[in-house]
Protein backbone atom coordinates (compact mmCIF):
# COMPACT_ATOMS: atom_id res chain seq x y z
CA UNK A 1 0.00 0.00 0.00
CA UNK A 2 1.36 3.67 -0.99
CA UNK A 3 1.96 6.11 2.20
CA UNK A 4 0.43 9.04 2.77
CA UNK A 5 2.04 12.14 3.17
CA UNK A 6 1.10 15.37 5.30
CA UNK A 7 1.01 18.64 2.68
CA UNK A 8 0.51 22.20 3.39
CA UNK A 9 -2.06 23.94 0.80
CA UNK A 10 -2.27 27.93 0.28
CA UNK A 11 -5.84 28.49 0.48
CA UNK A 12 -5.08 32.46 -1.55
CA UNK A 13 -2.61 30.78 -4.38
CA UNK A 14 -3.13 27.55 -4.00
CA UNK A 15 0.55 26.28 -3.77
CA UNK A 16 2.51 23.54 -1.96
CA UNK A 17 4.48 23.18 0.88
CA UNK A 18 6.08 20.24 2.63
CA UNK A 19 5.94 21.98 6.34
CA UNK A 20 3.82 24.87 7.76
CA UNK A 21 5.14 28.31 7.69
CA UNK A 22 3.31 31.15 9.84
CA UNK A 23 3.41 33.05 5.65
CA UNK A 24 2.95 31.35 2.36
CA UNK A 25 6.13 31.67 0.73
CA UNK A 26 5.20 31.97 -2.55
CA UNK A 27 2.56 35.10 -1.78
CA UNK A 28 3.03 36.17 1.35
CA UNK A 29 -0.33 35.91 2.97
CA UNK A 30 -0.23 35.09 6.67
CA UNK A 31 -2.09 32.20 8.06
CA UNK A 32 -3.09 30.67 5.02
CA UNK A 33 -1.41 27.10 5.10
CA UNK A 34 -3.68 24.25 5.93
CA UNK A 35 -2.84 20.69 5.97
CA UNK A 36 -3.57 18.15 3.79
CA UNK A 37 -2.99 14.36 3.30
CA UNK A 38 -1.36 13.56 0.05
CA UNK A 39 -1.83 9.73 -1.78
CA UNK A 40 0.90 8.90 -4.17
CA UNK A 41 -2.01 6.41 -5.54
CA UNK A 42 -4.54 9.21 -6.34
CA UNK A 43 -2.14 10.40 -9.37
CA UNK A 44 -4.10 7.48 -11.51
CA UNK A 45 -7.19 8.84 -12.80
CA UNK A 46 -10.90 7.28 -10.79
CA UNK A 47 -12.52 7.82 -13.83
CA UNK A 48 -11.37 5.73 -16.11
CA UNK A 49 -12.86 2.37 -16.76
CA UNK A 50 -16.32 4.33 -15.94
CA UNK A 51 -19.49 2.93 -17.68
CA UNK A 52 -20.89 6.62 -17.92
CA UNK A 53 -18.19 8.51 -19.58
CA UNK A 54 -17.92 8.07 -23.71
CA UNK A 55 -14.37 6.72 -24.65
CA UNK A 56 -13.40 7.10 -28.34
CA UNK A 57 -10.37 4.82 -28.46
CA UNK A 58 -9.96 1.37 -27.80
CA UNK A 59 -7.19 1.75 -24.97
CA UNK A 60 -9.82 3.82 -22.88
CA UNK A 61 -7.40 7.05 -23.25
CA UNK A 62 -8.51 10.59 -24.94
CA UNK A 63 -8.27 10.38 -28.38
CA UNK A 64 -7.39 13.75 -30.24
CA UNK A 65 -10.14 15.07 -32.60
CA UNK A 66 -9.67 17.50 -35.28
CA UNK A 67 -11.74 20.70 -34.44
CA UNK A 68 -13.09 21.01 -37.41
CA UNK A 69 -14.97 17.67 -35.95
CA UNK A 70 -15.54 19.20 -33.06
CA UNK A 71 -17.46 21.84 -34.74
CA UNK A 72 -19.54 19.96 -37.26
CA UNK A 73 -20.07 17.60 -34.55
CA UNK A 74 -23.61 16.34 -33.13
CA UNK A 75 -22.56 17.52 -29.44
CA UNK A 76 -24.82 20.24 -27.69
CA UNK A 77 -23.71 23.47 -29.28
CA UNK A 78 -27.00 26.08 -27.97
CA UNK A 79 -27.04 27.82 -24.67
CA UNK A 80 -29.45 27.19 -22.53
CA UNK A 81 -31.18 30.31 -21.18
CA UNK A 82 -32.76 30.19 -17.75
CA UNK A 83 -35.68 33.01 -18.31
CA UNK A 84 -34.30 35.46 -16.02
CA UNK A 85 -32.64 38.33 -18.48
CA UNK A 86 -30.87 39.72 -16.11
CA UNK A 87 -29.30 36.40 -15.07
CA UNK A 88 -28.45 35.45 -18.59
CA UNK A 89 -27.07 38.76 -19.65
CA UNK A 90 -24.20 38.57 -17.10
CA UNK A 91 -23.76 35.06 -18.20
CA UNK A 92 -22.79 35.80 -21.17
CA UNK A 93 -23.80 35.06 -25.23
CA UNK A 94 -25.18 37.36 -28.18
CA UNK A 95 -28.65 39.11 -28.21
CA UNK A 96 -30.04 36.17 -29.82
CA UNK A 97 -29.12 33.34 -27.55
CA UNK A 98 -27.87 34.08 -23.77
CA UNK A 99 -27.65 31.82 -20.62
CA UNK A 100 -25.37 28.67 -19.63
CA UNK A 101 -23.26 27.18 -21.97
CA UNK A 102 -23.83 22.99 -22.52
CA UNK A 103 -21.20 21.06 -20.05
CA UNK A 104 -19.75 24.35 -18.23
CA UNK A 105 -19.14 24.75 -14.78
CA UNK A 106 -20.52 28.01 -13.13
CA UNK A 107 -19.35 29.03 -9.57
CA UNK A 108 -21.80 31.41 -7.69
CA UNK A 109 -20.62 33.43 -4.49
CA UNK A 110 -21.75 35.83 -2.21
CA UNK A 111 -22.00 36.95 1.34
CA UNK A 112 -24.52 34.42 4.08
CA UNK A 113 -27.97 35.83 3.08
CA UNK A 114 -27.83 37.82 0.32
CA UNK A 115 -29.75 35.54 -1.88
CA UNK A 116 -27.84 33.26 -3.57
CA UNK A 117 -29.93 30.09 -3.06
CA UNK A 118 -33.29 32.61 -3.90
CA UNK A 119 -31.77 33.16 -7.36
CA UNK A 120 -30.44 30.05 -8.14
CA UNK A 121 -34.15 28.01 -7.29
CA UNK A 122 -35.57 30.82 -9.17
CA UNK A 123 -33.36 29.98 -12.50
CA UNK A 124 -34.06 26.66 -11.95
CA UNK A 125 -37.58 26.68 -11.99
CA UNK A 126 -37.11 28.71 -15.07
CA UNK A 127 -34.92 25.88 -16.56
CA UNK A 128 -37.71 23.28 -15.38
CA UNK A 129 -40.28 25.30 -16.97
CA UNK A 130 -42.70 23.95 -19.68
CA UNK A 131 -41.88 27.52 -21.37
CA UNK A 132 -40.89 26.97 -25.00
CA UNK A 133 -36.96 27.96 -24.78
CA UNK A 134 -35.75 26.41 -28.00
CA UNK A 135 -37.88 27.49 -30.92
CA UNK A 136 -36.59 24.79 -32.89
CA UNK A 137 -37.77 22.81 -30.73
CA UNK A 138 -41.39 23.57 -29.07
CA UNK A 139 -41.93 20.54 -26.46
CA UNK A 140 -38.40 20.53 -25.53
CA UNK A 141 -37.81 21.25 -21.87
CA UNK A 142 -35.17 20.76 -19.57
CA UNK A 143 -34.36 18.55 -16.53
CA UNK A 144 -32.56 20.42 -13.43
CA UNK A 145 -31.27 18.78 -10.30
CA UNK A 146 -31.24 21.01 -7.19
CA UNK A 147 -29.12 19.03 -4.57
CA UNK A 148 -29.22 21.31 -1.00
CA UNK A 149 -26.41 20.08 1.55
CA UNK A 150 -27.59 22.55 3.64
CA UNK A 151 -31.47 22.72 3.58
CA UNK A 152 -33.98 19.18 3.52
CA UNK A 153 -36.51 18.68 0.67
CA UNK A 154 -39.27 20.12 2.65
CA UNK A 155 -37.00 23.56 3.46
CA UNK A 156 -36.57 24.06 -0.29
CA UNK A 157 -40.29 22.93 -0.90
CA UNK A 158 -41.54 25.70 0.92
CA UNK A 159 -39.06 27.80 -0.37
CA UNK A 160 -40.41 27.15 -4.23
CA UNK A 161 -43.84 27.73 -2.87
CA UNK A 162 -43.06 30.99 -2.18
CA UNK A 163 -41.03 32.06 -4.99
CA UNK A 164 -43.82 30.16 -7.36
CA UNK A 165 -41.53 27.49 -8.83
CA UNK A 166 -43.26 24.31 -7.21
CA UNK A 167 -45.45 23.40 -10.30
CA UNK A 168 -42.08 22.23 -12.33
CA UNK A 169 -42.24 18.75 -13.33
CA UNK A 170 -38.56 19.21 -14.42
CA UNK A 171 -37.42 20.08 -10.92
CA UNK A 172 -36.16 17.24 -9.31
CA UNK A 173 -34.69 17.97 -5.35
CA UNK A 174 -32.30 16.34 -3.70
CA UNK A 175 -30.90 16.35 -0.15
CA UNK A 176 -27.46 15.10 0.91
CA UNK A 177 -23.97 15.78 0.92
CA UNK A 178 -21.81 12.51 -0.51
CA UNK A 179 -20.91 13.16 -3.75
CA UNK A 180 -21.02 9.21 -4.54
CA UNK A 181 -24.61 9.42 -4.15
CA UNK A 182 -25.01 12.88 -6.09
CA UNK A 183 -23.33 11.70 -8.99
CA UNK A 184 -25.44 8.57 -9.12
CA UNK A 185 -28.60 10.38 -8.89
CA UNK A 186 -27.43 12.71 -11.62
CA UNK A 187 -26.40 9.40 -13.62
CA UNK A 188 -30.02 8.14 -13.42
CA UNK A 189 -31.91 11.36 -13.92
CA UNK A 190 -29.49 12.59 -16.95
CA UNK A 191 -30.10 16.44 -15.68
CA UNK A 192 -29.57 19.61 -18.10
CA UNK A 193 -28.36 21.49 -15.34
CA UNK A 194 -27.49 20.22 -11.86
CA UNK A 195 -27.23 23.10 -8.87
CA UNK A 196 -24.84 22.15 -5.88
CA UNK A 197 -26.12 24.56 -2.67
CA UNK A 198 -23.14 24.42 -1.46
CA UNK A 199 -19.69 23.36 -2.40
CA UNK A 200 -18.62 23.75 0.94
CA UNK A 201 -20.67 20.94 2.65
CA UNK A 202 -19.92 18.11 -0.25
CA UNK A 203 -17.30 15.52 0.52
CA UNK A 204 -15.92 12.51 -0.80
CA UNK A 205 -15.88 9.68 1.96
CA UNK A 206 -12.57 8.35 1.02
CA UNK A 207 -11.04 11.22 1.90
CA UNK A 208 -10.45 11.64 5.87
CA UNK A 209 -10.58 15.52 5.64
CA UNK A 210 -13.66 17.33 7.20
CA UNK A 211 -16.36 19.23 4.50
CA UNK A 212 -15.01 22.50 3.87
CA UNK A 213 -11.37 21.80 3.77
CA UNK A 214 -8.89 22.50 1.12
CA UNK A 215 -8.61 18.90 0.46
CA UNK A 216 -12.73 18.20 0.60
CA UNK A 217 -13.20 21.10 -2.45
CA UNK A 218 -10.25 20.40 -4.92
CA UNK A 219 -11.23 16.51 -5.20
CA UNK A 220 -14.68 17.22 -5.26
CA UNK A 221 -14.73 20.24 -7.74
CA UNK A 222 -12.57 18.33 -9.99
CA UNK A 223 -14.88 15.06 -10.11
CA UNK A 224 -17.63 17.66 -10.70
CA UNK A 225 -15.59 18.89 -13.64
CA UNK A 226 -14.94 15.91 -15.01
CA UNK A 227 -18.85 14.86 -14.70
CA UNK A 228 -19.51 18.15 -16.66
CA UNK A 229 -17.30 17.84 -19.42
CA UNK A 230 -18.22 14.35 -20.25
CA UNK A 231 -21.68 14.41 -20.10
CA UNK A 232 -22.61 17.76 -21.15
CA UNK A 233 -24.88 18.60 -18.12
CA UNK A 234 -24.21 22.16 -17.35
CA UNK A 235 -23.06 22.47 -13.20
CA UNK A 236 -23.87 25.70 -10.83
CA UNK A 237 -21.80 25.49 -7.26
CA UNK A 238 -22.55 28.08 -4.38
CA UNK A 239 -19.99 29.14 -2.85
CA UNK A 240 -19.19 30.47 0.65
CA UNK A 241 -17.46 34.13 1.02
CA UNK A 242 -14.93 35.02 3.51
CA UNK A 243 -15.40 38.17 5.96
CA UNK A 244 -12.41 39.62 3.75
CA UNK A 245 -15.01 39.61 0.55
CA UNK A 246 -13.18 36.19 -1.38
CA UNK A 247 -14.45 33.06 -2.17
CA UNK A 248 -13.98 30.12 0.68
CA UNK A 249 -11.92 27.78 -0.16
CA UNK A 250 -8.16 27.76 -2.36
CA UNK A 251 -7.69 30.52 -5.47
CA UNK A 252 -7.70 27.26 -7.54
CA UNK A 253 -11.23 26.35 -6.98
CA UNK A 254 -11.85 30.23 -9.11
CA UNK A 255 -9.48 28.33 -11.48
CA UNK A 256 -11.05 25.30 -12.07
CA UNK A 257 -14.40 26.56 -13.29
CA UNK A 258 -15.42 28.18 -16.26
CA UNK A 259 -17.38 30.91 -14.69
CA UNK A 260 -16.86 33.10 -11.49
CA UNK A 261 -20.41 34.99 -10.67
CA UNK A 262 -20.44 37.42 -7.43
CA UNK A 263 -23.75 38.08 -6.11
CA UNK A 264 -23.19 41.53 -4.29
CA UNK A 265 -25.40 43.89 -2.19
CA UNK A 266 -26.45 44.86 1.36
CA UNK A 267 -28.76 42.72 3.08
CA UNK A 268 -30.23 45.84 4.90
CA UNK A 269 -31.15 46.92 1.11
CA UNK A 270 -32.89 45.70 -1.56
CA UNK A 271 -30.40 46.48 -4.01
CA UNK A 272 -28.54 43.06 -5.43
CA UNK A 273 -25.87 43.14 -8.42
CA UNK A 274 -24.79 39.80 -10.00
CA UNK A 275 -21.70 40.12 -12.00
CA UNK A 276 -19.09 38.18 -13.62
CA UNK A 277 -14.97 38.49 -12.60
CA UNK A 278 -14.35 35.47 -14.67
CA UNK A 279 -16.25 34.02 -18.18
CA UNK A 280 -14.71 31.79 -20.28
CA UNK A 281 -17.95 32.04 -22.71
CA UNK A 282 -18.66 35.82 -22.64
CA UNK A 283 -17.62 39.18 -21.26
CA UNK A 284 -17.13 40.19 -17.25
CA UNK A 285 -18.26 43.52 -18.22
CA UNK A 286 -22.10 42.74 -17.83
CA UNK A 287 -24.36 43.20 -15.09
CA UNK A 288 -27.21 42.23 -13.74
CA UNK A 289 -29.75 43.90 -11.40
CA UNK A 290 -32.33 42.94 -8.97
CA UNK A 291 -34.51 43.94 -6.47
CA UNK A 292 -35.30 41.63 -3.56
CA UNK A 293 -38.61 41.58 -2.81
CA UNK A 294 -41.14 39.26 -0.45
CA UNK A 295 -41.47 37.14 -3.43
CA UNK A 296 -38.23 36.76 -4.37
CA UNK A 297 -35.24 38.37 -6.29
CA UNK A 298 -36.92 40.74 -9.19
CA UNK A 299 -35.60 42.22 -12.44
CA UNK A 300 -34.84 45.18 -13.02
CA UNK A 301 -34.44 45.19 -16.98
CA UNK A 302 -35.22 49.47 -17.40
CA UNK A 303 -31.86 49.73 -15.12
CA UNK A 304 -31.46 51.48 -11.27
CA UNK A 305 -31.84 55.13 -10.38
CA UNK A 306 -32.20 56.78 -7.14
CA UNK A 307 -35.72 58.06 -5.23
CA UNK A 308 -34.60 61.44 -4.66
CA UNK A 309 -35.80 62.69 -8.33
CA UNK A 310 -39.44 61.49 -6.68
CA UNK A 311 -38.94 64.04 -4.13
CA UNK A 312 -40.76 66.98 -5.77
CA UNK A 313 -38.42 70.12 -5.65
CA UNK A 314 -36.85 69.23 -2.73
CA UNK A 315 -33.36 70.44 -1.98
CA UNK A 316 -30.78 68.73 0.03
CA UNK A 317 -27.32 69.40 0.39
CA UNK A 318 -24.80 66.87 0.37
CA UNK A 319 -26.46 64.63 -2.32
CA UNK A 320 -25.52 64.54 -5.99
CA UNK A 321 -26.92 61.82 -8.49
CA UNK A 322 -23.73 60.28 -10.89
CA UNK A 323 -24.93 57.92 -13.92
CA UNK A 324 -21.99 54.95 -12.89
CA UNK A 325 -21.41 53.14 -15.49
CA UNK A 326 -21.08 48.96 -14.80
CA UNK A 327 -20.72 47.28 -17.87
CA UNK A 328 -22.58 48.42 -20.36
CA UNK A 329 -25.21 49.20 -18.16
CA UNK A 330 -25.57 52.63 -16.98
CA UNK A 331 -26.87 52.74 -13.06
CA UNK A 332 -27.55 56.58 -11.94
CA UNK A 333 -26.66 56.49 -8.20
CA UNK A 334 -26.77 59.09 -5.58
CA UNK A 335 -23.80 60.31 -3.98
CA UNK A 336 -23.99 61.01 -0.34
CA UNK A 337 -21.36 63.23 1.82
CA UNK A 338 -21.44 64.92 5.17
CA UNK A 339 -18.89 67.20 6.78
CA UNK A 340 -19.04 67.43 11.24
CA UNK A 341 -16.61 69.36 13.39
CA UNK A 342 -13.27 67.65 13.65
CA UNK A 343 -10.07 68.27 15.11
CA UNK A 344 -6.67 69.50 13.14
CA UNK A 345 -4.30 66.28 12.53
CA UNK A 346 -6.94 63.80 13.32
CA UNK A 347 -9.89 64.22 11.30
CA UNK A 348 -11.97 60.97 10.05
CA UNK A 349 -12.49 60.35 6.10
CA UNK A 350 -14.35 58.01 5.81
CA UNK A 351 -16.21 55.73 2.65
CA UNK A 352 -19.01 53.41 2.22
CA UNK A 353 -19.32 52.10 -1.52
CA UNK A 354 -16.34 54.40 -2.51
CA UNK A 355 -12.24 54.34 -2.78
CA UNK A 356 -10.90 55.63 -0.01
CA UNK A 357 -7.93 56.78 -1.69
CA UNK A 358 -9.57 58.27 -4.05
CA UNK A 359 -12.00 59.96 -0.97
CA UNK A 360 -8.53 61.67 0.10
CA UNK A 361 -7.58 63.09 -3.28
CA UNK A 362 -10.22 64.83 -3.71
CA UNK A 363 -10.38 66.61 -0.28
CA UNK A 364 -7.03 67.46 -1.18
CA UNK A 365 -8.18 69.13 -4.48
CA UNK A 366 -10.93 70.94 -2.95
CA UNK A 367 -9.08 72.57 -0.06
CA UNK A 368 -6.39 73.78 -2.92
CA UNK A 369 -7.73 74.38 -6.02
CA UNK A 370 -11.93 74.82 -4.44
CA UNK A 371 -11.62 76.94 -1.70
CA UNK A 372 -12.83 74.89 0.97
CA UNK A 373 -10.84 74.62 4.29
CA UNK A 374 -11.73 70.83 5.30
CA UNK A 375 -8.65 70.23 8.00
CA UNK A 376 -10.83 70.50 11.16
CA UNK A 377 -13.45 68.59 9.29
CA UNK A 378 -14.44 64.82 9.12
CA UNK A 379 -15.68 63.89 6.02
CA UNK A 380 -18.37 61.16 5.52
CA UNK A 381 -18.87 59.88 2.18
CA UNK A 382 -21.19 56.92 0.80
CA UNK A 383 -23.37 55.86 -1.76
CA UNK A 384 -27.01 55.10 -1.84
CA UNK A 385 -28.14 51.39 -2.19
CA UNK A 386 -25.29 49.86 -1.02
CA UNK A 387 -23.88 50.01 -4.16
CA UNK A 388 -19.72 50.37 -5.30
CA UNK A 389 -18.57 53.12 -7.60
CA UNK A 390 -14.56 52.88 -8.44
CA UNK A 391 -14.52 54.69 -11.70
CA UNK A 392 -13.06 58.16 -11.95
CA UNK A 393 -16.02 59.39 -13.80
CA UNK A 394 -17.73 59.78 -10.48
CA UNK A 395 -15.24 62.47 -9.00
CA UNK A 396 -17.14 65.44 -9.84
CA UNK A 397 -20.36 63.92 -8.14
CA UNK A 398 -18.02 63.45 -4.68
CA UNK A 399 -16.83 66.23 -5.05
CA UNK A 400 -19.96 68.53 -5.35
CA UNK A 401 -21.82 66.80 -2.64
CA UNK A 402 -18.59 67.62 -0.18
CA UNK A 403 -18.62 70.99 -0.75
CA UNK A 404 -22.56 71.25 -1.18
CA UNK A 405 -22.72 69.35 2.54
CA UNK A 406 -19.87 71.96 3.46
CA UNK A 407 -21.72 75.00 2.29
CA UNK A 408 -25.00 73.43 3.36
CA UNK A 409 -26.45 74.02 -0.77
CA UNK A 410 -27.57 71.89 -2.75
CA UNK A 411 -28.19 71.44 -6.83
CA UNK A 412 -31.90 70.71 -8.28
CA UNK A 413 -33.01 66.81 -7.58
CA UNK A 414 -33.20 66.39 -11.35
CA UNK A 415 -29.39 67.60 -11.50
CA UNK A 416 -26.31 65.25 -12.43
CA UNK A 417 -22.54 65.47 -12.68
CA UNK A 418 -20.28 63.87 -14.81
CA UNK A 419 -16.71 64.14 -14.59
CA UNK A 420 -12.65 62.89 -13.68
CA UNK A 421 -11.06 65.45 -11.58
CA UNK A 422 -7.49 66.22 -12.64
CA UNK A 423 -4.58 67.35 -9.45
CA UNK A 424 -4.80 70.50 -10.82
CA UNK A 425 -8.45 70.74 -10.33
CA UNK A 426 -9.11 70.39 -13.91
CA UNK A 427 -12.42 68.87 -15.18
CA UNK A 428 -11.64 66.06 -17.45
CA UNK A 429 -14.13 64.32 -19.62
CA UNK A 430 -15.39 60.80 -19.04
CA UNK A 431 -15.75 57.95 -21.11
CA UNK A 432 -19.31 56.58 -22.93
CA UNK A 433 -20.88 60.10 -21.84
CA UNK A 434 -22.90 59.81 -24.58
CA UNK A 435 -24.53 56.99 -23.05
CA UNK A 436 -25.12 57.94 -19.56
CA UNK A 437 -26.74 61.43 -20.77
CA UNK A 438 -29.34 59.80 -22.85
CA UNK A 439 -29.82 57.35 -19.82
CA UNK A 440 -30.40 59.47 -17.67
CA UNK A 441 -32.87 61.70 -19.70
CA UNK A 442 -34.80 58.33 -20.01
CA UNK A 443 -34.81 58.37 -16.00
CA UNK A 444 -35.81 62.05 -15.69
CA UNK A 445 -32.84 64.13 -15.28
CA UNK A 446 -33.10 67.31 -17.01
CA UNK A 447 -29.79 69.06 -16.56
CA UNK A 448 -26.31 67.78 -16.42
CA UNK A 449 -23.31 68.89 -15.58
CA UNK A 450 -19.95 68.03 -17.79
CA UNK A 451 -16.15 69.26 -18.40
CA UNK A 452 -16.17 71.68 -20.63
CA UNK A 453 -13.57 70.45 -22.58
CA UNK A 454 -15.05 68.30 -25.26
CA UNK A 455 -19.18 69.36 -23.93
CA UNK A 456 -19.42 71.27 -27.78
CA UNK A 457 -18.72 68.01 -29.45
CA UNK A 458 -21.72 65.81 -27.52
CA UNK A 459 -24.48 65.38 -29.48
CA UNK A 460 -27.52 66.90 -27.93
CA UNK A 461 -30.22 64.85 -26.03
CA UNK A 462 -33.31 65.32 -26.11
CA UNK A 463 -34.22 67.13 -22.48
CA UNK A 464 -31.30 67.10 -20.97
CA UNK A 465 -29.44 70.71 -20.94
CA UNK A 466 -25.61 70.53 -20.83
CA UNK A 467 -23.76 72.92 -17.96
CA UNK A 468 -20.11 73.32 -18.90
CA UNK A 469 -17.61 73.75 -16.69
CA UNK A 470 -13.68 74.30 -16.43
CA UNK A 471 -12.68 73.37 -13.05
CA UNK A 472 -13.40 72.70 -9.49
CA UNK A 473 -14.31 76.13 -8.95
CA UNK A 474 -16.97 76.94 -11.55
CA UNK A 475 -18.61 73.73 -10.52
CA UNK A 476 -18.98 74.56 -7.07
CA UNK A 477 -20.31 77.81 -7.91
CA UNK A 478 -23.60 75.93 -9.51
CA UNK A 479 -24.54 74.84 -6.36
CA UNK A 480 -27.63 77.08 -4.97
Not at 233 to 259: F, N
Not at 382 to 409: F, M, N, T, W
Request: proline fraction near 4%.
Amino acid sequence: MSKTRTIFICTNCGSTQSRWAGKCPDCGTWDSLEESQFDKSAKSDPHRGSSWIEVKDSDGTPKATSITEIVAGSGPSKRLPTGITELDRVLGGNEDQRGLVPGSVVLVGGEPGIGKSTLLLQAAGAWASPVKLDQANPDWTSKVLYVSSEESAQQIQLRADRLGVAQSDGLFVLSDTNLARILEQARQIKPDVCVIDSIQMIYKSDIEAAPGSVTQLRRCCSELVYFAKATGTSIVLVGHVTKEGTLAGPRMLEHMVDAVLYFEGDRYHSARIVRAIKNRFGTTLELGIFEMTGQGLQQLPGGMSVAAIQGGDEHRPGAIVCPAMHGSRCVCVEIQALTATGFVGSAKRKSSGLDSNRLAMLIAVLEQHGGLRLADRDVFASVVGGLKIIEPASDLALALAIAGAHYKRSLPPTTIAIGEIGLGGELRPATQIEQRLRESARLGYTHAIVPASGSAKLPRVKGMELIAAKNVSQAIERLM
